[in-house]
């Protein structure tokens, strides 16, 4: 049993351009969720989904896009990558549509926007 | 912002006493977890209470709630150097989908 896998732990992006970081579980999760973690900040809620075919905007959405075309897959996608963005991005997965279960996390990607 | 708040900041206790970390919060809640980050790592959820709770134990942990004062507690009792991490405390409320984070607690233990 995986848990929730991210991909890739580390990536350097110029600014202007685009990537996906990958999340996938095998727990047949319904909620998915990422998040940024940035010093004295917490984590921040980016995009959320309940199911496939449901997302929705968290916090800090702008810069952002999500799709769940299936339960088990969760892409973040950086439409035009800027220093702004340089943070640990954390995708989180936990059974039934209001995260009242334990949430389980990747172990993280680190970006850095230059 | 909705974000919860733990205090303190920052705790440094010696090996085998007692750390208490508090966190407040802003909304009324469906439930409160507590989680634990060690450096460079995924958070580990440790324990979650439900608002209908005032108190909760697992192993050295002990979680109360106090809704009235929208506010909660995580007790780690004969603290280990391993107990070493951030804490956070996180919680959703109402038919919201959103499980929205405090700033965390950096507790060292010394050995």
């Known amino acids: ?114 | 912002s909705q974000q919860g708040e733990e205090d303190p900041q920052a705790l440094s206790i010696q090996e085998g006493e007692n750390a208490t970390m508090n966190c407040s919060y802003k909304t009324s809640i469906n439930n409160l977890q507590w989680y634990r980050q060690n450096s460079g790592r995924g958070l580990v959820h440790l324990i979650l209470i439900r608002s209908n709770e005032r108190e909760k134990h697992s192993g050295r942990l002990r979680v109360t709630l106090d809704t009235s004062k929208k506010s909660s507690s995580l007790l780690i009792t004969a603290s280990r150097a391993a107990d070493t991490a951030s804490y956070f405390c996180a919680y959703t409320g109402g038919a919201n989908s959103k499980l929205t984070f405090g700033k965390g607690i950096t507790l060292s233990v010394r050995p």
């Open chain 1, 1 to 114: 049993n995986a848990g929730v896998t991210q991909t890739p732990k580390f990536q350097v992006l110029k600014t202007g351009q685009s990537m996906t970081l990958q999340c996938a579980q095998d727990m047949n999760h319904e909620y998915m969720s990422w998040y940024r973690q940035d010093p004295g900040m917490g984590l921040r809620l980016i995009h959320y989904s309940v199911g496939a075919g449901i997302t929705d905007q968290g916090e800090v959405p702008n810069g952002y896009n999500v799709s769940r075309s299936t339960t088990e897959d969760f892409p973040l996608r950086l439409l035009s990558a800027a220093p702004s963005q340089t943070s640990v991005y954390f995708c989180a997965s936990s059974y039934g549509r209001i995260p009242g279960n334990t949430i389980y996390f990747g172990e993280g990607s680190w970006l850095t926007v230059v």
